[in-house]
């Protein structure tokens, strides 16, 4: 099997099959089932290419995060036979490089290319706080699994 052109892919062990959640160049994300090695659904988030992809699972359902190089931030509903949009949000800056939900389920971080992490709220999708301790553009953000601690790097 070969996943030609992707950026990045979020795995997902879900209880029917293993499952993958992937973003291109195109502004496109997808969910690929492994075992078929069939493409689930594929829909257009962004204009610009996908750089970011966090998911979790929530409520029963796996959620899902996209950013890109645009100023877009989806969140969608996973579903074997489609994608449902839940929400979407204009930021304001250009360039998510990554994307990480807290263990807890109440907030993500977006690490950016205008060098700040910015924090969200999972639910609504509004902006909590925007964090100013980088020189240049933020390369990754993640929470540690045990404390919640938030880390983040840049250049």
């Given at each position: 099997?070969?996943?030609?052109?992707?950026?990045?892919?979020?795995?997902?062990d879900?209880?029917?099959?293993?499952?993958?959640?992937?973003?291109?160049?195109?502004?496109?994300?997808?969910?690929?089932?492994?075992?078929?090695?069939?493409?689930?659904?594929?829909?257009?988030?962004?204009?610009?290419?996908?750089?970011?992809?966090?998911?979790?699972?929530?409520?029963?359902?796996?959620?899902?995060?996209?950013?890109?190089?645009?100023?877009?931030?989806?969140?969608?509903?996973?579903?074997?036979?489609?994608?449902?949009?839940?929400?979407?949000?204009?930021?304001?800056?250009?360039?998510?490089?990554?994307?990480?939900i807290?263990?807890?389920?109440?907030?993500?971080a977006?690490?950016?290319?205008?060098g700040r992490?910015?924090?969200?709220?999972?639910?609504?999708?509004?902006?909590?706080?925007?964090?100013?301790?980088?020189?240049?553009?933020?390369?990754?953000?993640?929470?540690?699994?045990?404390?919640?601690?938030?880390?983040?790097?840049?250049?």
């Amino acid at each position: 099997m070969c996943i030609r052109d992707r950026l990045c892919m979020g795995w997902r062990d879900c209880e029917t099959a293993p499952s993958v959640i992937a973003g291109y160049e195109s502004g496109h994300v997808g969910l690929l089932d492994c075992a078929s090695e069939q493409w689930l659904w594929m829909v257009k988030n962004h204009a610009e290419p996908v750089m970011g992809l966090a998911s979790t699972v929530r409520r029963g359902h796996v959620l899902g995060l996209s950013g890109s190089a645009d100023k877009t931030l989806c969140a969608f509903v996973v579903q074997p036979d489609g994608c449902q949009q839940a929400g979407k949000r204009e930021v304001g800056h250009a360039g998510i490089a990554q994307l990480a939900i807290r263990p807890d389920q109440r907030m993500f971080a977006s690490a950016s290319w205008d060098g700040r992490v910015r924090l969200f709220s999972l639910k609504s999708l509004e902006p909590i706080t925007v964090l100013k301790h980088h020189k240049d553009s933020v390369n990754a953000v993640d929470f540690s699994e045990c404390s919640g601690f938030l880390l983040s790097g840049s250049k």
